[in-house]
């Protein structure tokens, strides 16, 4: 009896040391964003003030009236979220397919392709061929030379395809002897089933999509074709221009500051994932560990 007192004691200690750890950890991730939205919420006055920023002092919310007052950043929602739906719809199509064709055990030369994609993880053509093929076909300047480039990702087909080996023979047999062809057997039973790999996929690609702007940097120009990462990096070099000319993106008045507009636009731009990322989680952990697993 004593043994056992002495143990629930040490676990007892254990799960108070770990919630402490934890809450201090989650603290430590947390304020830098915490950090942000104050300082975007914060008066001139107090922008430049050292220390730890708990609260926003003098309340200020003319740096968001002054961000969302301009039309570019709508342009940039827009065609951000065209990016995103647009980009991990496809990529979730074409890692299926791949994934369910590779899969397949009597697929003939299925090593060697798996072998030829796993190098493609490893090694890339680079920059420099990726622009000139881009230009090549004529998608400078479009949304698609934002999408194509990524469409098919041989990570996630090879997790997919580890997650499509675990379904049995069986369920396929059945469905053949049904009279369903494997295009047919694909999309109306085993895909449907396959929610937690298309969850993380979807996830994955679509966090990719929207966090990313060197690509959009290096394919498009016009304003008007900006994605919000874009013009997040242009609003962090508009201070080294004059605020007169026709590169600035905010406008900056006495009532907002160069500061307080970058963290404005920073808060504005991970707000929308961050909302969507809970819808998805539920699927993330058992997707990546039977993909992960599986064959």
């Known amino acids: 009896m004593t043994t056992f007192r002495r143990k629930t ?7 108070v040391f770990n919630i402490a750890f934890m809450l201090v950890l989650a603290l430590l991730f947390l304020y830098p964003f915490w950090n942000l939205l104050m300082l975007s919420m914060t008066a001139p006055a107090y922008v430049d003030k050292l220390g730890l920023r708990m609260w926003a002092e003098g ?3 003319a740096t968001y009236k002054q961000l969302f007052a301009s039309d570019v950043i709508y342009v940039a929602y827009k065609n951000t979220i065209i990016r995103t739906v647009l980009g991990a719809g496809l990529t979730v199509v074409v890692t299926m397919c791949a994934a369910y064709g590779l899969s397949r055990r009597d697929l003939p030369l299925r090593g060697v392709i798996t072998l030829f994609m796993l190098f493609t993880i490893f090694f890339s053509g680079g920059l420099i061929p990726t622009f000139l093929n881009i230009r090549k076909l004529g998608l400078l300047g479009s949304m698609w ?9 041989a990570w996630y087909i090879i997790l997919a395809r580890n997650f499509l080996m675990g379904f049995p023979k069986e369920l396929e047999e059945s469905a053949l002897i049904d009279g369903a062809n494997p295009v047919q057997t694909a999309f109306r039973i085993i895909f449907p089933l396959s929610a937690p790999i298309i969850a993380v996929i979807a996830l994955w690609s679509g966090v990719a999509h ?22 997040v990096q242009k609003i962090f070099q508009q201070d080294k221009i004059d605020p007169s000319s026709t590169g600035t993106y905010i406008q900056i008045t006495p009532e ?13 731009a991970i707000v929308p994932i961050v909302i969507v990322y809970p819808f998805l989680q539920k699927y993330f952990a058992k997707g990546v560990m039977v993909g992960s697993l599986k064959g």
């Not at 929207?210 to 013009?231: C, G, S, T």
């Not at 907002?256 to 963290?263: I, L, P, W």
């Open 9 to 15: 004691m040490a676990g007892q200690a254990f799960d």
């Open 59 to 61: 309340m200020n919310l």
């Open 145 to 153: 030379s934002l999408i194509l480039p990524t469409l098919a990702n």
């Open 210 to 231: 929207w966090n990313a702007w060197f690509d959009a940097m290096i394919y498009l120009r016009e304003k008007n074709d900006f994605v919000v990462q874009l013009l």
């Open 256 to 268: 907002v500051t160069n500061q307080s507009v970058k963290a404005a636009t920073i808060i504005a």
